[in-house]
């Protein structure tokens, strides 16, 4: 019985971040209304604070359960290039199954749709500002600490500092996400043009990419 209710709760809550993003998608998160989330859901508002605390609450965790996969990804790639190397084949490993689950899952490129350009970052929404910022820092460290080990493992003298190379890989991943967001998802095919994008700048940083992107 435990189990079962577990599991009835797990699936209303996925419900409301379901409607969620429907709802964010239609209206922006600072123009909709948890009562037309609950709504959408065919829920009460009862059930949305069963569940998350506020608007914001709600938002992260719609964010949190789309960003989780990759980040997992980008945990179990470190761990496995910290026992076997291929530092480089990791990173583009995880940046391609972000490119190709955007261009080809719509549930996911709808939430990226709705934080890269719905989401407004004024009075109850303020936090959320704060948090992609902390959220973007802590990417960028790791892009640093893997591009730095990449550049051991590969004899690369890297022409500007590990941060540096990180704040241009993370500025070319996110503009070309904009970009094909910003064209509805039509003007190019986001894996092949992301994952281009990204290897130009990797060769220019002076990476081989010869076998990574074979």
């Given at each position: 019985?435990?189990?079962?209710?577990?599991?009835?709760?797990?699936?209303?809550?996925?419900?409301?971040?379901?409607?969620?993003?429907?709802?964010?998608?239609?209206?922006?998160?600072?123009?909709?209304?948890?009562?037309?989330?609950?709504?959408?859901?065919?829920?009460?508002?009862?059930?949305?604070?069963?569940?998350?605390?506020?608007?914001?609450?709600?938002?992260?965790?719609?964010?949190?359960?789309?960003?989780?996969?990759?980040?997992?990804?980008?945990?179990?790639?470190?761990?496995?290039?910290?026992?076997?190397?291929?530092?480089?084949?990791?990173?583009?490993?995880?940046?391609?199954?972000?490119?190709?689950?955007?261009?080809?899952?719509?549930?996911?490129?709808?939430?990226?749709?709705?934080?890269?350009?719905?989401?407004?970052?004024?009075?109850?929404?303020?936090?959320?500002?704060?948090?992609?910022?902390?959220?973007?820092?802590?990417?960028?460290?790791?892009?640093?600490?893997?591009?730095?080990?990449?550049?051991?493992?590969?004899?690369?003298?890297?022409?500007?500092?590990?941060?540096?190379?990180?704040?241009?890989?993370?500025?070319?991943?996110?503009?070309?996400?904009?970009?094909?967001?910003?064209?509805?998802?039509?003007?190019?095919?986001?894996?092949?043009?992301?994952?281009?994008?990204?290897?130009?700048?990797?060769?220019?940083?002076?990476?081989?990419?010869?076998?990574e992107i074979a």
């Amino acid at each position: 019985m435990a189990r079962r209710t577990k599991e009835d709760a797990e699936a209303t809550r996925n419900k409301l971040l379901d409607a969620a993003a429907e709802v964010f998608f239609a209206k922006g998160v600072a123009g909709a209304s948890l009562s037309e989330v609950a709504q959408a859901a065919g829920l009460t508002r009862g059930a949305i604070y069963w569940h998350f605390k506020d608007k914001v609450d709600l938002f992260d965790a719609l964010m949190q359960r789309t960003t989780l996969p990759f980040e997992q990804a980008w945990e179990a790639g470190q761990a496995k290039f910290m026992q076997h190397g291929a530092v480089l084949s990791e990173i583009l490993g995880v940046l391609r199954m972000v490119f190709r689950s955007v261009s080809t899952d719509t549930a996911t490129r709808r939430v990226f749709d709705i934080a890269l350009y719905k989401v407004e970052c004024v009075g109850e929404l303020l936090d959320v500002r704060q948090r992609r910022i902390e959220g973007a820092l802590r990417f960028a460290l790791q892009i640093e600490q893997a591009l730095l080990l990449a550049a051991q493992q590969e004899g690369v003298c890297l022409p500007v500092s590990g941060q540096n190379a990180a704040r241009g890989l993370q500025a070319i991943f996110d503009g070309v996400l904009h970009f094909w967001l910003l064209q509805d998802g039509q003007a190019f095919d986001l894996e092949a043009e992301g994952m281009l994008a990204v290897a130009l700048y990797l060769k220019g940083l002076g990476f081989d990419l010869q076998k990574e992107i074979a």
